[in-house]
């Protein structure tokens, strides 16, 4: 029993578990113990979203070591707890028992080591035998060496495991000659072989190729580097914030890391040229071999997770639910000195689920069932007529903190302009014909975080093209539009959808949150996220539509849309002496 007693003076909110004791958090509750220090993070900024996960202040980057343990999720994250900007890098730690509302904890890693003096950088969890959680993370020896370091928790017994013991082995692993030092971080959850040895990757940069190394170690502490990477590639640079899984092939559950059922694929990601690309293969365990079905960015393949701002995420296997949750961080798009100004305003997506697809050629990504929880007022109807030119207004939700589901089709599929065989990028297409440039089957979609005069609007929309007897489904985000403002940035993304619109309806699912735009194309089978930034259209002076801009008519066959409630997000911290590096 802990001698921490929670005295609960506000309403519901947040289920704290200290030890065996349950309390309620939120505004208003005082410790008996001085040195705790709980509040509510301050929502006061028309940028700030409701229901995306948020540090408290300041700065955060890649999410780091994600996991389920006793009943609570942890996530830990890059964090600068003095600044808006990059630097003074720790691993914040928060925690929740539903992925949508959180607590922030004490910082479980600070810098301040010889081997991680310049920064606590990514890494991961991994469970060991008897269920032992364990993080490897990179350690920043100097600005251009780096090394792999442990760390474990101090109380077992502790389901928020609040504190954090880093080994007295450190660094344990660390680069050989010949190797860019410099470019040697982000190693991965571990796995283990038939033999029983762990296996684990580190993404690095050789002669400017990327490459994820793997090492082997039967007790976590000592590791042996493979003679050859598990794979490299010679069309990217260096491999960031590598991920390493299994995925079932039936698609219907997630897999644990260490999963050596022969019905599966693995996923092989690696974040660079600022975006998170992958890979699936056929992964040999006896002989740690992996063979790709197609290699990143060969043959025109650009398989990603999302096509805009989606950067180093990171997934987990979710034990309790048997699924496989990824994490990802939304960077910001306005300038350094708007984000000084703002005091950070930098998120972590909105928790998605991962499989297979049917097909088996690419990823599936959907938000976690738990954002259910937050639908409030409903909007819905059935078989909508969007003559071609029209825009439809979506009344009666909040439409700047929303959930909108949506399904298009169209009687007119044959009429679809023809595709140009060299109309390969689908960014480059998107720009050239953004929402405003008609044509015969599209674009129609919704305008979301839309100002009433619709002169700021994110568009997410689509167009049907004709190729060789089938049809092809361009998705595109145009953010031209999205701001008065000058100074964000303001990008065109795009993605093909392997969807047949003769026999499937063409889906949308957009999270809308303020600032941020997610959405989900084909039941997830592309994903593009946006930041932006609107002058006019915020809280309730923004507005959500449909439109079409097409020669000919589309339907909405359905359309489903909540207004989403508030994310209870507290801070339950130590006062302590603050560390400068």
């Known amino acids: 029993m802990t001698d921490l007693k929670l005295k609960v003076t506000m309403d519901l909110s947040v289920v704290l578990v200290v030890g065996s004791c349950f309390g309620l958090l939120g505004n208003g509750v005082q410790s008996d113990r001085d040195d705790e220090k709980l509040q509510s993070l301050p929502q006061d900024q028309p940028y700030r979203t409701g229901y995306h996960f948020q540090p408290p202040k300041n700065w955060m980057n890649d999410p780091n070591g994600p996991m389920y343990y006793k009943g609570v999720y942890h996530l830990f994250y890059q964090y600068n707890p003095y600044a808006a900007v990059w630097g003074n890098i720790t691993w914040a730690h928060s925690i929740s028992y539903d992925l949508v509302n959180w607590i922030h904890l004490d910082i479980a890693l600070s810098p301040d080591d010889p081997f991680d ?6 890494g991961s969890t991994t469970f060991l035998s008897g269920g032992k959680p364990i993080i490897l993370y990179t350690g920043g020896v100097t600005m251009n060496r780096q090394v792999q370091n442990l760390a474990e928790p101090k109380n077992l017994s502790d389901p928020m495991l609040r504190e954090w013991v880093k080994s007295s082995h450190n660094p344990v692993i660390t ?19 038939p033999d029983g040895l762990r296996r684990v990757l580190v993404g690095n940069e050789m002669n400017s190729h990327g490459r994820a190394l793997l090492y082997r170690s039967r007790d976590f502490v000592t590791w042996t580097q493979s003679k050859e990477p598990v794979h490299s590639s010679t069309r990217t640079g260096m491999w960031e914030c590598p991920d390493f899984y299994p995925v079932s092939i039936d698609g219907k559950n997630g897999v644990d890391t260490s999963s050596l059922d022969k019905f599966r694929k693995h996923v092989l990601k690696a974040s660079f040229n600022s975006s998170d690309h992958y890979v699936l293969g056929n992964y040999t365990a006896v002989t740690d071999n992996f063979s790709v079905d197609t290699d990143f960015l060969d043959n025109g393949s650009d398989l990603r997770y999302d096509y805009d701002n989606f950067y180093a995420s990171k997934t987990f296997f979710d034990s309790a639910k048997k699924r496989r949750i990824l994490w990802a961080w939304i960077q910001e798009s306005d300038s350094t000195t708007d984000d000084v100004k703002k005091t950070g305003l930098v998120y972590s997506h909105f928790p998605r689920s991962i499989l297979l697809s049917k097909t088996g050629k690419q990823l599936i990504q959907w938000p976690v069932e738990e954002i259910e929880k937050q639908h409030t007022v409903n909007v819905r109807f059935k078989n909508k007529e969007l003559k071609g030119g029209s825009v439809l207004e979506i009344s009666g939700i909040t439409a700047s903190q929303s959930d909108v ?39 129609f979609g919704i305008l979301v975080l839309a100002s009433k005069d619709l002169t700021e609007q994110t568009s997410i929309f689509f167009r049907v093209f004709r190729s060789n007897e089938k049809y092809v489904v361009l998705m595109c985000s145009d953010q031209s539009r999205s701001s008065l403002e000058e ?53 309730n002076q923004a507005y959500l539509y449909a ?18 409630k508030k994310a209870q997000i507290v801070s339950f911290t130590k006062r302590r002496k603050p560390h400068l590096n």
């Open 405 to 443: 589901e949506v399904s298009f089709n169209s009687s007119n599929l044959k009429e679809a302009d023809l595709l140009d065989p060299s109309w390969v990028d689908p960014q480059l297409l998107c720009s050239q014909k953004t929402a405003s440039v008609g044509g015969n089957i599209g674009p």
């Open 487 to 539: 100074g964000p940035k303001k990008t065109i993304y795009g993605a093909f959808i392997d969807i047949d619109p003769l026999n499937e309806m063409i889906s949308l699912r957009s999270l809308i949150d303020h600032s941020i735009v997610e959405s989900f194309g084909g039941e997830g089978r592309a994903c593009i996220t946006a930041r932006v930034y609107p002058k006019l259209a915020i809280d």
């Open 547 to 564: 439109f079409n801009n097409s020669t000919f008519d589309v339907n909405i066959s359905t359309l489903n849309a909540w207004s989403m």
């Open 117 to 122: 003096i310049n920064g606590c950088w990514s």
């Open 175 to 193: 680069h050989v000659d010949g190797m860019d030092s410099e470019n040697f971080r982000d190693p991965t959850t571990a796995w283990q072989g």
